[in-house]
């Protein structure tokens, strides 16, 4: 059966929310398809978001890393929704800070029943730094899967970035097909029909009809 396309140019912003519980009082997370995306705050992932979209500024970009320091939600459809996640990462806020927006990842992750998939970006040149790992694994224990995004691919030679992404692969590998690693720039589109590709997937979980089907009885009673 094939899904129908999700047209990731609809994308409008919805709200924002400084962590989960003020998430939750506007959108219960028992409620339609939410796909995240995380990465650190150098990462690119403004610019990602923006790109997949083809809209210059859906999501801000800032030259100040750590910027980004609340849930930015955005809605496709009145099911489907991408989720902008704070950086993390940052090396100019406080360490009680930084703890407070690693707990709300976290919980974000663990707790969000409409998760249906997280995106976490890495620049190419700098993949896999521990809270990247951290940030990977605490999907993957809860049976979330992951795109891991290498970004800014434009910054690399061709041979050079399909070593870095085999590397990346390699390092991955025991999660087996919970995690797919892709090259992706912003600049050039390197990697975008993939991503959409994954993206739209994600929008059809199994779960989703199931989920519509009780959320119309709950409205007929």
Same mark, same amino acid.
């Given at each position: 059966?094939?899904?129908? &396309?999700?047209?990731?140019? @609809?994308?409008?912003?919805?709200?924002?929310?400084?962590?989960?519980?003020?998430?939750?009082?506007?959108?219960?997370?028992?409620?339609?398809?939410?796909?995240?995306?995380?990465?650190?705050?150098? %990462?690119?992932?403004?610019?990602? +978001?923006? %790109? !997949?979209?083809?809209?210059?500024? !859906?999501?801000? $970009?800032?030259? $100040?890393?750590? &910027? $980004?320091? !609340?849930?930015?939600?955005?809605?496709?459809?009145?099911?489907? &929704?991408?989720?902008?996640?704070?950086?993390?990462?940052?090396?100019?806020?406080?360490?009680?800070?930084?703890?407070?927006?690693?707990?709300?990842? =976290?919980?974000?992750?663990?707790?969000?029943?409409?998760?249906? =998939?997280?995106?976490?970006?890495?620049?190419?040149?700098?993949?896999?730094?521990?809270?990247?790992?951290?940030?990977?694994?605490?999907?993957?224990?809860?049976?979330?899967?992951?795109?891991?995004?290498? $970004?800014?691919?434009?910054?690399?030679?061709?041979?050079?970035?399909?070593?870095?992404?085999?590397?990346?692969?390699?390092?991955?590998?025991?999660?087996?097909?919970?995690?797919?690693?892709?090259?992706?720039?912003?600049?050039? =589109?390197? =990697?975008?029909? @993939?991503?959409?590709?994954?993206?739209?997937?994600?929008?059809?979980? %199994?779960?989703?009809?199931?989920?519509? %089907? +009780?959320?119309?009885?709950?409205?007929?009673?």
């Amino acid at each position: 059966m094939t899904e129908s &396309r999700i047209d990731f140019r @609809k994308a409008k912003f919805l709200i924002s929310a400084p962590d989960i519980a003020h998430l939750d009082q506007y959108l219960p997370g028992d409620i339609g398809v939410e796909i995240a995306f995380a990465g650190r705050s150098n %990462a690119g992932k403004s610019s990602a +978001l923006n %790109a !997949l979209t083809e809209q210059k500024s !859906l999501a801000r $970009t800032s030259k $100040t890393p750590g &910027r $980004t320091q !609340l849930i930015n939600v955005f809605e496709l459809d009145a099911d489907r &929704r991408l989720v902008d996640l704070p950086g993390y990462g940052f090396a100019q806020v406080p360490l009680a800070l930084k703890n407070k927006w690693q707990q709300a990842l =976290g919980e974000y992750l663990q707790k969000r029943a409409c998760l249906s =998939g997280v995106v976490v970006l890495m620049d190419i040149r700098h993949p896999l730094k521990d809270l990247d790992m951290q940030m990977i694994e605490w999907a993957v224990l809860s049976n979330i899967p992951v795109l891991a995004l290498l $970004t800014k691919a434009d910054k690399l030679t061709q041979s050079i970035k399909m070593k870095t992404v085999n590397e990346v692969r390699k390092a991955l590998a025991d999660y087996g097909d919970k995690v797919q690693v892709e090259p992706f720039s912003s600049l050039k =589109g390197t =990697g975008k029909p @993939k991503v959409l590709s994954v993206l739209n997937d994600w929008c059809h979980p %199994a779960w989703l009809p199931e989920q519509q %089907a +009780l959320r119309e009885q709950a409205e007929q009673e």
